[in-house]
Structures are given as structure tokens and as C-alpha cells.
């Protein structure tokens, strides 16, 4: 019982990062149209700045920096690459260019930083656990937790309180009347794109006081959370949060009886909802099918 | 016929390859990697360039080939043929299974299930250590000699390369003669104006079901021939990596023409050998052709010279 609950606690927090992930590539997907396969790229790119940062900063300025930076830059990537394709409607060649920004950014990262992995200090205040029954909930991973239904909520009530969440809404329903409406779509989707990047890189640095950072960490996560954002249901945020949770608890409590599974597990998941419910649990009608 | 002449020599010069290739610095092996590419990635373009369909998973049919026959002449029987017969069939039917699962999606949806879907096959090769090596690949099997009645062929690498450049020419008449077919005109209809085509009263999904099985049978047995060039396959064979490097190399030699895949996988395939043999950091410069592909060739070699094709 008590390995039970304590994979699947493992699996929740894995949950959260894949939730994460998931949340900024389910914004960038339905504004941007763009499939961001450099999204585990900005990931690592949030992690390793906030290493980087961490002896001048602290771990709290850090953990601010670390994702503000990897919004900048998804921002620059976005001005510079992505944002001469959105008039080809083949969305193949912006899945190609961010592929190849992916392979870029990891190989990048390892000649900077090396290939070995490396530690992110977390204070001790948050970093001790909080019962001795139950050793493996460290204050630190509630802190995930806490940081991240933070993120989310705040995302929410962005897009349904403000104007720019208002008009982001708008476009993701129709790009061509917001436009028509005098919205500015490409500031529009360029911030869009700032904020997916800023999930990555928050994902990245929570992720990197637990698990540590190395190059291809990044993309070890990016395919789970298309997992997560396909059971969830495209077009749904919630669903893509839920999703990320859902599979991150499957696989950790897999783990506990039958751990070579815990990753196909994932990917069964998606089929058996591909099969029952081709949307996704909170997926809208017709956007997928 | 004006195309006859330039097909057969191109023929010869692939019959004559094992001669003049090691005159340039290649060597036979590289030739038939070239040719188990060109392959498989002329079968995605069935798929990506003639359908529309764009499939980023394709690896994964490539890699079930690939331990499909490695596993057939490891623990099943000695067979080169049965080798490449059971691969071929393991990979074409997962295609064939989950083509339901992709076949209504469209663009950039169809591109997200069919990368997801790809990456099941990885971990299960991963992880299902016992029987297929887990990370560090499968190996421990060998290609063997083909016995046709008394005749014995020596799979040496200059026979394989041979048995390769056959089997090349089979998959690209095949290929050729589908597109020829009715079915082909569907597929390429489909790309054009779908919709139009459902109001006809065409069942769409079915054809590309179709396509999608087709290619997952065609990349399973490039598949196969790849795990036997090199007497081992590893789950890098069905990584998404992989998948993303067909697509390109499609792009790279121009999507809209039949034989474009092949020339991109002659560029990309010699880029890689030569760059990795020159710098550590390979990966940054593959990853610099992708960005400068999509930016400035977005029509690939060939569609430099055909001014009919547009960037859709």
C-alpha cells in the first residue's frame, strides 16, 4: 500500500509536468496552429537558464527567470521562423522547422552545458519532507503542485476575464473575423507563443528540482504531453491539464506491479480513447474528427 | 516516353554503383542504405505527398520491419526471405490496425496521433528487454544465405547490395503502377479538394486507410531490408527522430514528385555520413537544414526546376 501510494504520487507530479507541458502546447496548437516539437526544447532551454542563474539569483528569482527567459526566446523564435509560414496552410513545414529547432536545442545544450546531468539546489525550507510516514511528499513537490494549479488558474482567468484572453479565444475560434475585427493577429499570436514558451520553461525548471537536468530531458516529455492534450481532448485546456494528470497517475501506479509498462501504458490509454472517443474527453465536436 | 530514358539511367548507374561508388570515397553499404531509404521514404510520400496525409510516425512501421526480421532469425528459423516476409507483415499490419485510429483526422491532427501512436512501438522495444535487447538493440542475428533449390547466394555485402537494388525496383514499379491506378488518382484527388471529393459520394477515409496501410507495409519492408544490412536494429529504428528525418528528406528532394524522395535521401543520407564523420555536433547542423529547407526550399531540389509546383 505504501509503494502504491507512493508511485503514484511519483506519477502525479509527473502528471503535473506533463500537464504543463501540455497546457503551453495545446495554446500554441489551437492560436498558432503550429505543432511545437521544440516546445521540450524551451523546456530545457527555462531548466538550464535558471541553473545557470540560481548562484546569483537565488532559487526564487531563478524559478521566475528561468521561464521569462524562455518566453523571450520563444518570442525572438517566433518573430524570426515560425511567423513567415503562417500563410502556407500545410501545416508541415512549421512541425519541420520546430523539429529541427528541437534537435538544435538539445545539441546546443549539451555543448554548453555537458552531457552529463546536473543538480538545481532547492532551499532547504521547501525541500524537507512533511511527515516521516509518508517521506516521499516533500514540501517541495506539494510546491510543484501548489506552483502549477497557480499557473493554471491564472491562465484561466486570463483567457475568460481580459481582453487579450478574450481575443485569444476569438482567434482560436475564427482567426480570419478577429482579424477582420481590427485585432492585431500576429501580436496576438506571437504572445500566444510567449506564453506557451513560459509554461515550458516554468515545466522545466519545477521539473529540474526533482529529476534533475540533462539535455534530453525535454524531449523525453514533449510525448507524453501530446498524449495528454490527445485524451484530454484538442481544443480544451482543461482537458489537456486533466489529460496530463490522468497519465502521469496511470503510469506511476503501473509502475507498482508492472514497472516495463509504465510508459506504453500511456499510449494504450490514448488508444482505447482514440477507439471509445475519438475527441478526447473534453475535446469539441468536429475540431478532431 | 520521355521519361524512359532518364529512369534507366539512373538504373544503370545504381547497377554499376558498388564500381564507381568506392572511386568517390562511398562505400557498397552506404549505396544500400541509400536504396532501403529511398524505400521507404518513396512509400511515406504516398502518403505525404500524393494523399496529403501528413504522417510523422512512419519510423515505427520501419522499426517493427526491422525487429520483426531480426527476431524471425533469431528465434524463429535461419531465413532470409521468411525474415523479410514476417517483418514486412508485423509492420504492415500495426499499420494496417491503426489506420481506422488516423484516417478521418486531418493535417496537423492526423500528424499529432500518428507521432503519438509511433512512439508506443519505441517503448515496447524498450522496455520488452528480454527479447528485443531493450535500449541497446537487437542483435545476435545474421543475415543468411538464400538457397534457390541447389543454388546457394552468398549474402556477402556486394550480393546484398544487389538483393537491395531488386527489391528497390519492385517497391518502385509497385509504387509507380498504384499511382497509376484509379486508387492512385483517389489518393492524389484527396490531397487536392477532399471535401469536394465526399460530396461526389467517395468515401475518403477508406483511401486513405488505404495508403496508410500500403506505406506501413512498403516501410516495414525497407524495414527489414535495413535490420539485415547491418545485422542488428535498435529502438533508435523506430524513434521519432527518425520519422521527422524521412519527412525531411522527402522535403529535401521535392514532395510533389515521385522520385524527389529518393534524390533527398541520397543528400541527406551522404550529409549525415559526412557530418558526423566531422564534427560532434551533427545534430546542430541536421537540425540547420531542416530550418533553412523550410525556409528557402520548401519545394525541395526538384521543385526548383518544376515552376508548376506551389507552396501550399
Redesign the interface.
Known amino acids: 500500500m505504501q509503494l502504491l501510494l507512493f508511485n503514484a504520487f511519483n506519477g502525479l507530479i509527473q502528471g503535473v509536468f506533463y500537464a504543463l507541458m501540455a497546457l503551453g502546447l495545446a495554446l500554441i496548437?489551437s492560436l498558432n496552429?503550429v505543432?511545437n516539437?521544440a516546445h521540450g526544447g524551451f523546456l530545457v532551454i527555462g531548466a538550464y537558464l535558471a541553473f545557470t542563474l540560481n548562484p546569483y539569483l537565488g532559487f526564487w528569482g531563478a524559478l521566475v527567470a528561468g521561464p521569462v527567459l524562455a518566453a523571450a526566446i520563444g518570442l525572438a523564435v517566433e518573430r524570426g521562423?515560425i511567423r513567415?509560414?503562417y500563410k502556407?496552410?500545410?501545416?508541415?513545414?512549421?512541425?519541420?522547422?520546430t523539429?529541427?529547432?528541437?534537435?538544435?536545442i538539445?545539441?546546443?545544450t549539451r555543448?554548453i552545458w555537458g552531457a552529463q546531468g546536473l543538480p538545481l539546489e532547492v532551499p532547504d525550507i521547501i525541500n524537507s519532507p512533511v511527515s516521516d510516514t509518508y517521506f516521499f511528499i516533500t514540501g517541495y513537490r506539494l510546491f510543484v503542485i501548489g506552483i502549477t494549479a497557480a499557473a493554471a488558474i491564472g491562465l484561466y482567468l486570463l483567457l475568460r476575464y481580459t481582453l487579450l484572453g478574450v481575443r485569444i479565444r476569438a482567434g482560436t475560434r475564427d482567426l480570419e473575423t478577429t482579424a477582420a475585427l481590427g485585432v492585431n493577429i500576429y501580436r496576438l499570436r506571437a504572445l500566444n507563443f510567449g506564453f506557451g514558451c513560459l509554461f515550458a520553461g516554468l515545466a522545466g525548471v519545477l521539473a529540474a528540482g526533482i529529476l534533475g537536468l540533462t539535455p534530453p530531458m525535454g524531449n523525453s516529455l514533449i510525448?507524453p504531453s501530446?498524449?495528454a492534450?490527445?485524451i484530454g481532448g484538442?481544443g480544451s485546456l482543461f482537458g489537456a491539464v486533466l489529460g496530463g494528470l490522468i497519465i502521469g497517475l496511470a503510469a506511476g501506479i503501473v509502475t507498482t506491479y508492472y514497472p516495463?509498462?509504465s510508459?506504453?501504458v500511456i499510449?494504450?490509454m490514448?488508444?482505447i480513447v482514440?477507439?471509445v472517443r475519438?475527441r478526447g474527453l473534453f475535446g469539441e465536436e468536429g475540431l478532431?474528427? | 516516353m520521355k521519361r524512359a530514358l532518364p529512369i534507366a539511367a539512373i538504373w544503370a548507374a545504381l547497377v554499376a554503383l558498388p564500381w564507381w561508388l568506392p572511386l568517390i570515397g562511398g562505400y557498397t553499404a552506404l549505396g544500400s542504405k541509400v536504396l532501403i531509404y529511398a524505400i521507404a521514404t518513396m512509400s511515406l510520400n504516398l502518403l505525404?505527398g500524393f494523399t496529403g496525409g501528413?504522417s510523422?510516425g512512419q519510423a515505427a512501421y520501419f522499426g517493427l520491419g526491422g525487429y520483426g526480421a531480426g527476431m524471425t532469425l533469431k528465434y524463429l528459423a535461419p531465413s532470409t526471405p521468411l525474415a523479410i516476409l514476417i517483418g514486412t507483415l508485423a509492420g504492415g499490419i500495426a499499420a494496417t490496425l491503426?489506420g481506422p485510429?488516423v484516417m478521418?483526422?486531418r493535417?496537423?491532427?492526423f500528424?499529432?496521433?500518428t507521432?503519438?501512436?509511433g512512439?508506443?512501438f519505441y517503448?515496447?522495444m524498450?522496455?520488452?528487454?528480454e527479447v528485443t535487447g531493450g535500449e541497446d538493440g537487437l542483435a545476435g542475428f545474421a543475415r543468411q544465405d538464400i538457397h534457390l533449390g541447389a543454388l546457394v547466394i552468398p549474402l556477402s555485402n556486394l550480393n546484398f547490395y544487389y538483393l537491395v537494388l531488386l527489391c528497390f525496383t519492385v517497391a518502385v514499379a509497385l509504387m509507380w503502377a498504384l499511382l497509376q491506378s484509379p486508387l492512385g488518382h483517389t489518393w492524389v484527388a484527396i490531397r487536392e479538394n477532399r471535401r469536394r471529393l465526399q460530396f461526389l459520394g467517395v468515401r475518403s477515409e477508406r483511401y486513405v486507410w488505404a495508403v496508410f496501410a500500403i506505406a506501413g507495409f512498403i516501410t516495414a519492408f525497407a524495414g527489414t531490408l535495413n535490420a539485415l544490412l547491418f545485422n542488428f536494429t535498435s529502438p533508435q529504428d523506430l524513434h521519432?527522430?527518425l520519422s521527422?528525418n524521412f519527412?525531411?528528406m522527402i522535403?529535401l528532394g521535392g514532395m510533389r514528385s515521385f522520385f524527389g524522395p529518393l534524390l533527398g535521401v541520397i543528400i541527406f543520407v551522404v550529409a549525415q555520413d559526412y557530418l558526423s564523420s566531422l564534427t560532434g555536433?551533427w545534430?546542430?547542423f541536421?537540425?540547420?537544414?531542416?530550418?533553412f529547407?523550410?525556409?528557402l526550399f520548401?519545394r525541395g531540389v526538384l521543385g526548383i526546376f518544376d515552376r508548376r509546383t506551389k507552396?501550399?
Not at chain 2, 524498450?126 to 528487454?129: A, E, G, I, S
Not at chain 2, 541536421?286 to 530550418?291: A, M, N
Open positions: 496548437l496552429s505543432i516539437m521562423l513567415p509560414l502556407r496552410s500545410d501545416p508541415l513545414y512549421s512541425l519541420l522547422l523539429f529541427g529547432l528541437a534537435l538544435i538539445e545539441d546546443m555543448t510525448m501530446f498524449v492534450i490527445i484538442v516495463a509498462a510508459e506504453a499510449y494504450l490514448m488508444l482514440l477507439v475519438p478532431f474528427e | 505525404l501528413l510523422f491503426l485510429l478521418r483526422r493535417g496537423i491532427y500528424a499529432m496521433i507521432i503519438a501512436i512512439q508506443l517503448f515496447v524498450v522496455r520488452w528487454n521519432w527522430i521527422g519527412v525531411i522535403v555536433n545534430m546542430t541536421i537540425g540547420l537544414i531542416f530550418v529547407i523550410v525556409l520548401p507552396v501550399a
